[in-house]
């Protein structure tokens, strides 16, 4: 089973990117762990970021191309790229799991984070728990049944 895991603007800071809220390590690090969390749970995964909303878009349709499940993490186009939302809709559309991930918990940060336009075509969000968020997420998706 392949999973795209999808980073939008500003996750290639982490480690960097105000630390307090986002914690200590780096993309590649988290690129690394859950490419060994896709191993243990049996999945192949292939982890990316770009701080562009086309890429991100076209990265959805090669997902549903593909017929790839997603975990994604659309940052800060979590509170208002349709475009994002729209593409984002023809994964579960296409039957494929979509599961929103952050690693802060947006609801208890600024207003302007407390609404999500991914979360409506989304098949599960997991957010709050650092990169343990995307840990979760992947074992959702093996867990789906076949
Ligand atoms: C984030 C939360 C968003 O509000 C923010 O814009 C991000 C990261 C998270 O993972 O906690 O860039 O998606």
Redesign the pocket.
Same mark, same amino acid.
Request: glycine share 8%; hydrophobic share 45%; aromatic share 8%.
């Given at each position: 089973t392949r999973v795209l895991v999808l980073n939008?603007?500003?996750?290639g800071r982490l480690g960097v990117r105000e630390p307090e809220?986002?914690g200590a390590d780096t993309f590649a690090d988290l690129v690394a762990a859950a490419s060994a969390w896709g191993s243990e749970l049996g999945l192949e995964v292939d982890a990316r970021q770009t701080d562009d909303e086309s890429q991100i878009v076209a990265w959805l349709h090669e997902a549903v191309d593909t017929r790839a499940h997603v975990v994604l993490? &659309?940052?800060?186009?979590?509170?208002y790229s349709y475009a994002l939302r729209d593409a984002a809709a023809q994964i579960t559309a296409a039957g494929l799991a979509l599961v929103e991930?952050?690693? =802060?918990? &947006?609801h208890t %940060?600024?207003s302007? %984070?407390h609404y999500s336009v991914v979360s409506g075509v989304a098949t599960g969000t997991i957010?709050?728990f650092g990169f343990q =968020?995307y840990r979760l997420a992947l074992a959702a998706i093996a867990a789906r049944p076949a």
């Amino acid at each position: 089973t392949r999973v795209l895991v999808l980073n939008g603007p500003n996750l290639g800071r982490l480690g960097v990117r105000e630390p307090e809220i986002y914690g200590a390590d780096t993309f590649a690090d988290l690129v690394a762990a859950a490419s060994a969390w896709g191993s243990e749970l049996g999945l192949e995964v292939d982890a990316r970021q770009t701080d562009d909303e086309s890429q991100i878009v076209a990265w959805l349709h090669e997902a549903v191309d593909t017929r790839a499940h997603v975990v994604l993490n &659309p940052a800060a186009f979590t509170h208002y790229s349709y475009a994002l939302r729209d593409a984002a809709a023809q994964i579960t559309a296409a039957g494929l799991a979509l599961v929103e991930v952050h690693l =802060s918990n &947006p609801h208890t %940060r600024e207003s302007f %984070r407390h609404y999500s336009v991914v979360s409506g075509v989304a098949t599960g969000t997991i957010a709050g728990f650092g990169f343990q =968020s995307y840990r979760l997420a992947l074992a959702a998706i093996a867990a789906r049944p076949a």
